[in-house]
């Protein structure tokens, strides 16, 4: 038999251990990793329990008639123990929908979450959507470097590392993120696309304080000052690059093709894939191929994230699969 219950801050502590132990969570699961922005977003999380036994988390929020997972992360979806199997998760998803539909929410929108981040197999979405006639409304591409794989670095990519070296560029790893965040990233987003960080400095840093093991902050020099940089999330498996950002010198110096360089080859060689992320524009529908370009110039290739929308009323479609 199982169980719902919506999330209340006094579940907390079980909430974090469990995604600690999950097969498909991440720290971004964590609930000071979600309720940073909770004035934005109306959670409506959930926990699902099977003979009193904490099986499954699904994080969430509400937003007029419809539910999200998670308009405030990358990904979402129903994050299950190691042990569960297709009947019990296709059972949790079920009731998901069907507690949903009960208080009136018609659509349910899930950011599948890429299963390079799962410890094991974890494609029970894509069947569920399938048989519950789910729509893939968005579809994004993430570029992804198979760390345990022979990378092959392209001619530009590695003479970029070339000047890097020439220019004596510095590397160097801090927990303060404020210069970069101040002196490349906020301006160089906001010259050339008008758009501001999706995080602020303060909550970024906030972040920073709380998973400091997770939220990695690396910089490049020049002369001592600060060229490029980036902002890493760094999961059991994924190195996943969360912002980048360099002066207009980057083609000159060599900066941002020597940080990665030094990344990939040097210092995360223990992972097994360094995410890049999206490249779409538009909800998916277009790509910016010279960002394509300079990532698959590192040995990136594609994998594809489905967004899903279901209808809640079709939660009956998921009973009686099993022969």
Same mark, same amino acid.
């Given at each position: 038999?199982?169980? +719902?219950?919506?999330? /209340?801050?006094? /579940?907390?502590? #079980?909430?974090? $251990?469990? *995604?600690?132990?999950? =097969?498909n969570g991440t720290f971004l699961f964590k609930r000071d990793f979600m309720d940073y922005h909770s004035d934005r977003f109306e959670d409506h999380s959930l926990l699902i329990y099977k003979n009193s036994e904490l099986v499954a988390l699904?994080? @969430?929020?509400?937003e007029s008639e419809n539910i999200y997972s998670h308009q405030g992360l990358t990904y979402g979806g129903l994050i299950v123990n190691q042990d569960?199997?297709? %009947?019990?998760?296709? $059972?949790?998803?079920?009731k998901i929908l069907k507690y949903f539909h %009960?208080? &009136? &929410? =018609?659509?349910?929108?899930?950011?599948?979450?890429?299963? *390079?981040? %799962?410890s094991n197999f974890s494609d029970e979405l894509g069947y569920i959507s399938f048989i519950t006639n789910s729509k893939i409304y968005r579809k994004d591409i993430i570029s992804v470097i198979d760390l345990n794989s022979k990378i092959k670095i392209s001619n530009d990519r590695f003479q970029g590392y070339k000047r890097g070296l020439k220019n004596n560029l510095k590397i160097k790893e801090t927990i303060d993120l404020k210069e970069f965040w101040n002196n490349i990233l906020i301006p160089t987003l906001s010259k050339k696309h008008s758009v501001s960080p999706v995080h602020s400095i303060n909550e970024i840093q906030k972040?920073?304080?709380?998973?400091?093991?997770? #939220?990695?902050?690396?910089? +490049?020099?020049? %002369?001592?000052?600060?060229? @490029?940089?980036?902002? #890493?999330?760094?999961?059991?498996?994924?190195i996943h690059i969360q912002y980048i950002g360099s002066d207009t010198n980057k083609n000159k110096l060599g900066s941002l093709d020597f940080l990665f360089y030094k990344l990939i080859n040097e210092l995360f060689t223990d992972y097994k894939f360094f995410d890049f992320?999206?490249?779409?524009?538009?909800?998916?529908?277009?790509?910016n191929s010279g960002l394509?370009?300079? =990532?698959?110039? &590192?040995g990136a290739r594609t994998l594809t994230?489905? &967004?899903?929308?279901?209808d809640t009323s079709n939660y009956n479609d998921l009973n009686n699969l099993m022969l």
């Open positions: 038999m199982f169980l +719902i219950e919506k999330y /209340h801050l006094n /579940h907390k502590s #079980i909430w974090d $251990s469990f *995604i600690d132990v999950s =097969k699904f994080p @969430a929020n509400i569960i199997k297709l %009947n019990d998760f296709i $059972s949790c998803f079920g %009960n208080k &009136f &929410f =018609k659509n349910l929108f899930i950011k599948e979450i890429p299963p *390079i981040y %799962n972040l920073k304080n709380i998973f400091e093991d997770n #939220i990695r902050q690396f910089n +490049i020099y020049h %002369n001592d000052e600060i060229v @490029a940089g980036t902002t #890493i999330f760094q999961t059991k498996n994924v992320g999206t490249s779409n524009e538009n909800n998916g529908r277009k790509i394509l370009y300079w =990532k698959e110039g &590192f994230q489905n &967004f899903y929308k279901f």
